[in-house]
Structures are given as C-alpha cells and as structure tokens.
T-cell receptor
Framework: EDQVTQSPEALRLQEGESSSLNCSYT??????LFWYRQDPGKGPEFLFT???AGEEKEKERLKATLTKKESFLHITAPKPEDSATYLC??????????FGSGTQLTVLP | DAGVTQSPTHLIKTRGQQVTLRCSPI?????VSWYQQVLGQGPQFIFQ???????GRGNFPDRFSARQFPNYSSELNVNALLLGDSALYLC?????????????FGSGTQLSVL
C-alpha cells in the first residue's frame, strides 16, 4: 500500500528564516511526486512534479528535490504570504493521488 | 478562463439524509476526480471519471456514488449520511486522467452532518 508521510506537522518561521519540509514515501514504482499548496478554505494548488531521483525544480522562494525515498521542499527567505499547508502526493495504481497529511507553515512578519 | 467550479460551497445536513455535490471541470478537461478532506488530513481519493466512465474508486462505502455527464461535469452523491461524512469534498479536473497528470482543484464543498 502506498504511504506518504510529511514532517513536521507544523512549522513556524520568522520572515527570512529558511527551512525545509520533508516528504517520505513508500510506493511500488514511482510515477512522480507532486507538491501542492493549500490555503485555508481553498483547494490544493499545484506547485511541482518530480519524476526521478536527483531532479530539482524551483519557483520563486521554493525549491523541490527528490531522492529515492523522500522529497524536500526548501523555502528560502520566506515571506508571510508563503504561509499555507504544503501537501505532497504520489500517484497510485487506481488512478488516485495518495496525499500526506501536510505541513502547516506559518511565516511571522 | 474559469477554473474548476463546485456547488454548493457549504451544506448542512442531518444524519440519514442524502446529498448531491456538483462539479464543473476546466474547459477542455475530460477527467474529474473526487476527494474527501477531513480537517487536519490530506485529501483522500473517492472516484475518478474519464469520458463518463469510472476509472478508479477509493476505499469508500457503497453509500458514495458519482457520475459524469456528456459535458464532463460531474456529481457526487452520498446516501444515508453519517456524522463521519463531515468533511471538505474536493473536485479536481485534468486533461486525460493519466496518473502523472497534475490536477486542478476546485475550492470544495464543506459538508457538515449534524
């Protein structure tokens, strides 16, 4: 059974304080790993897809990396508007995405 | 261009009632998926439809059913509501429904069962 575990559950940062979020996964045959951002009261918004170990993708202050067992979302010099829940997910065999429980990020001004 | 639209945005029902949630995908998208998100958890897969055919089903009881219409819009029905069905129900669309396609989510329907 596919499993996705995210840590930490919650993270509070001061504005400008860089950090990383972790997503570890167990899946038979990785068909990609997705990162989404979710704001309160809204649906998840797509950020990145990573397909192979060693791959990296960047968008503004976010950089996602992938190894054979985990992915990291690095946040460099975050701003308050980066506050959100960050979800990672892997595709399964039944057309589904299996999501982790997310990391709730709060960036304080 | 309009994104994925869901209706209603909020709904309050009592135990034992039935509910229908609606979803319109992004224009040109032929696949619709439904997810349930309980507070503090990630979304959990319920169904995927492509070209009106069910392509995937998650681990949910038969009280949950769905369908997709010729215009690619979709409905999710839940019968005999339980307190535990209270959640945010998310609809997502994609072009072809391939497992490695990115999904575009609507803002969801918040269902409260009393």
């Amino acid at each position: 059974e596919d499993q996705v575990t995210q840590s930490p559950e919650a993270l509070r940062l001061q504005e400008g304080e860089s950090s990383s979020l972790n997503c570890s996964y167990t899946v038979s045959g990785l068909r990609g790993l997705f990162w989404y951002r979710q704001d309160p009261g809204k649906g998840p918004e797509f950020l990145f897809t990573l397909y192979s170990a060693g791959e990296e993708k960047e968008k503004e202050r976010l950089k996602a990396t992938l190894t054979k067992k985990e992915s990291f979302l690095h946040i460099t010099a975050p701003k308050p508007e980066d506050s959100a829940t960050y979800l990672c997910a892997v595709p399964g065999s039944a057309r589904q995405l299996t999501f982790g429980s997310g990391t709730q990020l709060t960036v304080l001004p | 261009d309009a994104g994925v639209t869901q209706s209603p945005t909020h709904l309050i029902k009592t135990r034992g009632q039935q509910v229908t949630l609606r979803c319109s995908p992004i224009s040109g998208h032929k696949s619709v998926s439904w997810y349930q998100q309980v507070l503090g958890q990630g979304p959990q897969f319920i169904f995927q439809y492509y070209e009106k055919e069910e392509r995937g089903r998650g681990n949910f009881p038969d009280r949950f059913s769905a369908r997709q219409f010729p215009n690619y819009s979709s409905e999710l029905n839940v019968n005999a509501l339980l307190l535990g069905d209270s959640a945010l129900y998310l609809c997502a669309s994609s072009l072809q429904g391939a497992t490695n396609e990115k999904l575009f989510f609507g803002s969801g329907t918040q269902l409260s069962v009393l």
